[in-house]
């Protein structure tokens, strides 16, 4: 770790992962950056002294998992840490901080324990919310085998046995709402008639006007809405004087393709809001059409392109010819970029690719994988580079070693 440790210790501190949600845990890749190093006690001793005021977020996820690892190692001082910070709380509040670290270090002994601790609260108040065996344990140990033993010690601890009744009465309630199996075909359609039932087009028009309807609503029901409803969503985009509204309506052909290409919608792609702008482009985008290339190669070509328009890259996901990706790319290149201006225009940009699947876009994928904060985009655009044959040896020796194990993976892990 020769000129980066400081690097590396910053990293355990404040995780990294630009969306944790789907790119998941690196504790266990951290941890092995200065497992049995020199570095080690550097470490070892701002990690627990964070652990000490960690708070419910990633950073403290990865702070008490990486505590974990080190007990679990033999570190006796991160082990007594990560105890006195799990105890050390209420147990009254929705969550216990800390719980799967500590269950996958001690195993059972602290799953008894905190679901003594839990069933104290519950039984103080038996509308308290309390986690579940799923979330104290984290999967680390079989629920069944956890769940056997909680029922054995129950018969002597009323703690305990209300804690499982708990359990047992969320089981049954689970189990009562279970469907029959079915195919996901049969899923996808029932979800799809459930949505357009609950939410006719009278409730969408309704719901643009509100400040708290969120872009999923519209993207669900551009999802499952028919022609006619979609002709009327453009009916009244016509008449609709308030960007806001026009933005979330607009929305609605992310995930659904225009009836035909609707004049109004093309207008609206230049429009002086940048939220109507880029969602009409967007719903322009998912058009094959030559006046869409044509947009695309004006927007594109202008010299104040720029991540605030990363949207305007997808016009080629539909209506890409063989060429076009010198000028994608050299709109990309023009970019001095990073963070979410580079994932913006990265994730567009990956979105072509995997449209368009062309090893003339190779270029555009090695961009990404240069300049992209996302474990997510870089492993597809990896993908897309091996399946086209012209993945560089460097960034194949770079993904044996990346934070994403999905990548490792991909490339084979590293000896």
């Not at 070892?44 to 007990?71: C, F, N, W």
């Not at 996901?317 to 994608?328: A, R, V, Y």
């Not at 979410?340 to 995997?354: F, N, P, Q, T, Y």
Request: glycine residues 6%.
């Amino acid at each position: 770790m020769d000129d980066v440790e400081d690097l590396v210790l910053a990293a355990c501190i404040e995780d990294q992962c630009y969306d944790r949600q789907c790119e998941g845990n690196r504790a266990e890749w951290m941890y092995s950056l200065f497992k049995g190093t020199p570095a080690y006690p550097r470490f070892a001793g701002p990690i627990l002294t964070a652990l000490a005021s960690s708070v419910d977020d990633y950073d403290g996820d990865q702070l008490r998992e990486l505590a974990s690892l080190m007990g679990r190692d033999g570190d006796l001082e991160a082990a007594c840490a990560l105890r006195s910070f799990v105890w050390a709380q209420s147990f009254s509040a929705d969550t216990v901080l800390g719980a799967a670290a500590l269950c996958a270090l001690d195993g059972m002994p602290a799953v008894l324990e905190m679901a003594r601790r839990l069933g104290e609260v519950v039984q103080q108040d038996p509308d308290a919310w309390v986690d579940t065996v799923d979330r104290l344990t984290g999967y680390a140990l079989p629920f069944d085998a956890v769940f056997a033993e909680l029922k054995r010690v129950a018969a002597g601890d009323e703690a305990v046995a209300a804690y499982v009744a708990r359990e047992d009465a969320r089981i049954a309630s689970d189990a009562a709402h279970d469907r029959p199996p079915e195919s996901q075909a049969a899923r996808t359609k029932r979800r799809g008639e459930e949505f357009m039932k609950q939410n006719p087009c009278d409730a969408i028009l309704a719901a643009a006007t509100r400040e708290s309807a969120g872009r999923g609503y519209f993207l669900l029901f551009g999802r499952w809405a028919g022609e006619e409803d979609l002709i009327r969503i453009l009916d009244h985009l016509r008449v609709e004087p308030d960007p806001k509204v026009a933005t979330k309506l607009l929305w609605i052909f992310r995930r659904a393709t225009l009836p035909y290409l609707d004049e109004h919608v093309w207008e609206l792609a230049s429009h002086s809001d940048i939220g109507v702008r880029n969602a009409a482009v967007m719903a322009l985008s998912n058009l094959s059409h030559p006046r869409v290339r044509a947009l695309g190669h004006a927007r594109l070509g202008d010299p104040k392109f720029s991540s605030a328009f990363s949207e305007e890259i997808e016009l080629f996901k539909n209506s890409f010819q063989p060429g076009d990706e010198t000028l994608i790319l050299a709109a990309l290149e023009r970019q001095s970029v990073d963070g979410d201006e580079a994932h913006a225009l990265g994730s567009r940009a990956i979105d072509v690719c995997i449209s368009v699947r062309s090893p003339a876009l190779a270029g555009v994928a090695l961009w990404v994988c240069r300049t992209n904060p996302c474990s997510v985009c870089r492993r597809q655009a990896v993908e897309l580079l091996q399946e086209w044959d012209c993945l560089p040896a460097h960034i194949a020796d770079e993904c044996r070693y990346d934070a994403s194990e999905e990548l490792r993976a991909l490339i084979g892990q590293a000896p």
